[in-house]
């Protein structure tokens, strides 16, 4: 079958390259499919209808599902969705803010101001359909100051997060039947809080407790569903920022969630999950049940050593041991704790476990940690495998690795890893049994292991 690019669609059929993109975007050419950066259009493809100009007359008799906050990256998400599937999409947004270009073709926008509530009330008037589905997705977030708290931003928040939901809702239910559903977009705040975005969190808690009460009332009347979707870290445009940077370390997942996962899942409790009413599917990657199940707490010295010394001596003979040693100021010293935590590294090669150690530090240490009589008993030790890694050249060549390694750790097979912590804070260490953690650290350890010396060469 002979295929038309872009550029030779757009003459055949007289309309622009950019309207022919969308097109494909939305998946409304049958057959179309993308080869690299290349579309691949079949040349015997009828033009596409133009739902601008035949809008009214096409869309009439599908199922109308509202969106609030459509120019969201998840509402955009959520509009391709929602269009492939057929649907007839309304769209709000607040007045004055930028519009995505792909939502100007395809979805029946209005401007509305969260802040007014008689622009809501006609925006919901103008409606003159019956509503299927209804998802408020808007927010207002803005960090405070807490020692010059703005009382005037704390309630501005509050009338789109909270205020303005709670009249779209009461509004446009009443435009359902009892197969329509309502969704609730939240955040993860309403069950953490905030440090610095108290009316953005508190707010979010209260639409959670709205649900619930919608729920009671709405479902006894009208037979329509509400539920919420909980989001957490979403990536995007901020995906760089060093707050979320941050934040996937106390993801299970260990990366931030995509706008069209959340999308899907607002997409499924709208329209598939039918006996699911006044509950929150929480879309987080594990973040509220991080402490839970992924890790325990970041551990002052003596939790610390006490949790090495159990997994030390509950490790059975044939089990392996892989370790990373970065020379931390808090290891190899006359600590009574670390002296025992050491000795406990003999005792269970004695059993029968496979150890092996990588020192990494940089070669202008060597002659310092000869002196070091740890280091001379694992020298001493034929049971260990010990090699060392220049640490210059990790930080020249692959620096992405230390970013794994950071402060060291101890593997034990693919059960557990046993995390240090820099020196200088409060806590020693953690330990965590979250698969994708130990396995990125696994994997860590094995290119390591490409560039490794024995140490007793680099000892001489």
Request: charge should be neutral; hydrophobic fraction near 40%.
């Amino acid at each position: 079958m002979d295929y038309l690019t872009v550029k030779e669609a757009s003459i055949l059929w007289g309309i622009s390259e950019r309207r022919i993109t969308n097109l494909l975007n939305h998946n409304r050419i049958p057959g179309a499919f993308k080869k690299g950066r290349r579309w691949n259009i079949p040349n015997n493809t009828s033009k596409p209808s133009d739902k601008r100009t035949t809008f009214a007359k096409e869309q009439i008799d599908k199922k109308v599902v509202v969106v609030a906050g459509i120019n969201s990256e998840i509402g955009i998400e959520l509009s391709k969705i929602l269009l492939a599937k057929g649907f007839y999409v309304i769209g709000f947004y607040q007045e004055g803010s930028p519009i995505d270009k792909a939502l100007q073709e395809d979805i029946e926008l209005k401007a509305v101001d969260y802040f007014n509530r008689e622009t809501l009330l006609k925006a919901v008037e103008a409606i003159k359909k019956d509503v299927y589905g209804f998802v408020f997705m808007e927010i207002f977030f803005e960090l405070e100051d807490s020692l010059d708290f703005d009382y005037n931003q704390f309630e501005r928040s509050y009338q789109v997060n909270l205020f303005s939901v709670n009249l779209l809702v009461r509004e446009i239910v009443k435009k359902m039947n009892f197969e329509s559903s309502i969704v609730l977009v939240n955040s993860i705040e309403a069950y953490r809080g905030s440090f610095g975005a108290s009316a953005y969190a508190s707010a979010q808690a209260a639409k959670e407790n709205l649900m619930k009460t919608y729920a009671n009332i709405y479902t006894e009347m009208y037979g329509v569903r509400v539920n919420s979707v909980v989001a957490g870290w979403i990536g995007g445009v901020m995906e760089t920022d060093d707050t979320f940077d941050k934040a996937k370390n106390s993801i299970p997942m260990k990366r931030l969630g995509f706008p069209q996962e959340i999308a899907d899942d607002i997409y499924l409790m709208l329209t598939r999950h039918k006996y699911s009413n006044g509950t929150s599917l929480v879309s987080d990657g594990g973040y509220l049940s991080f402490d839970e199940q992924s890790k325990t707490e970041d551990l002052d010295s003596g939790k610390f050593y006490r949790i090495l010394d159990k997994f030390f001596n509950e490790t059975k003979s044939g089990s392996e041991m892989w370790i990373i040693s970065t020379m931390m100021d808090n290891e190899w010293n006359e600590d009574p704790a670390e002296r025992k935590f050491i000795q406990s590294n003999f005792d269970v090669v004695d059993r029968g476990v496979k150890m092996e150690r990588i020192f990494l530090f940089s070669k202008k240490n060597i002659e310092k940690y000869k002196k070091n009589p740890y280091i001379q008993r694992y020298l001493a030790c034929n049971k260990i495998t010990t090699n060392f890694v220049d640490l210059d050249f990790i930080q020249e060549e692959h620096p992405e690795l230390l970013k794994v390694v950071k402060e060291g750790w101890i593997g034990i097979d693919d059960y557990a890893l046993l995390v240090d912590l820099p020196s200088d804070g409060t806590s020693r260490g953690y330990v965590t049994m979250n698969k994708k953690e130990i396995a990125k650290a696994k994997d860590c350890f094995k290119k390591l292991k490409k560039w490794t010396v024995p140490l007793k060469e680099v000892m001489k």
